[in-house]
């Protein structure tokens, strides 16, 4: 009886003990990573209202032309050293266009921009590609594009999604 009781104890003294220890010592917050960009000092933080605009334009225009596989559209908005980032899948402008076009045909798109911030001749935004598919499902595809300004003209340089 009296080894039952020194076990019993022991138990009890251990489990108190661990339950002290773990409201005392809090776990340490997982980290979380940030992106962080670095301009020159010389770099304007704030674009003109124009480069939004045409910015915000090319992206009203972006999902109708997804929509009906307009390769020339592409082609023109993105560089020609182009990336598309999706996960660990890394593509050229040429093979999403060609992916765009095997895609079936009676899928809708439409482009959502959340936030879009111009830097003189860079500009970052992110969003949600809306997919709207015929069964009546809709997928959010959600985005980070970077825009470069080339000759007066925006192009997107990569955009990335996971």
Request: charged share 25%; glycine share 4%.
């Given at each position: 009886?009296?080894?039952?009781?020194?076990?019993?104890?022991?138990?009890?003294?251990?489990?108190?003990?661990?339950?002290?220890?773990?409201?005392?010592?809090?776990?340490?917050?997982?980290?979380?990573?940030?992106?962080?960009?670095?301009?020159p000092p010389e770099a304007s933080f704030s674009g003109s209202g124009a480069d939004?605009?045409?910015?915000?334009?090319?992206?009203?225009?972006?999902?109708?032309?997804?929509?009906?596989?307009?390769?020339?559209?592409?082609?023109?908005?993105?560089?020609?050293?182009?990336?598309?980032?999706?996960?660990?899948?890394?593509?050229?402008?040429?093979?999403?266009?060609?992916?765009?076009?095997?895609?079936?045909?009676?899928?809708?798109?439409?482009?959502?921009?959340?936030?879009?911030?111009?830097?003189?001749?860079?500009?970052?935004?992110?969003?949600?590609?809306?997919?709207?598919?015929?069964?009546?499902?809709?997928?959010?595809?959600?985005?980070?594009?970077?825009?470069?300004?080339?000759?007066?003209?925006?192009l997107i340089q990569s955009t990335t999604s996971r």
């Amino acid at each position: 009886m009296n080894k039952l009781f020194i076990r019993l104890f022991v138990a009890f003294a251990a489990f108190s003990f661990g339950l002290v220890l773990t409201t005392v010592l809090k776990p340490v917050p997982k980290r979380t990573w940030a992106l962080k960009v670095f301009l020159p000092p010389e770099a304007s933080f704030s674009g003109s209202g124009a480069d939004e605009a045409k910015i915000l334009q090319i992206y009203s225009e972006y999902g109708p032309a997804q929509t009906r596989h307009d390769t020339q559209f592409f082609e023109r908005i993105e560089t020609e050293d182009f990336t598309l980032n999706i996960g660990n899948i890394k593509m050229s402008r040429d093979a999403d266009i060609n992916w765009m076009c095997e895609q079936p045909t009676d899928i809708v798109y439409e482009s959502r921009v959340d936030h879009l911030k111009v830097f003189d001749r860079v500009a970052l935004a992110h969003g949600d590609l809306i997919i709207r598919y015929s069964d009546g499902s809709i997928r959010e595809w959600p985005f980070a594009d970077v825009w470069v300004k080339r000759n007066g003209t925006w192009l997107i340089q990569s955009t990335t999604s996971r």
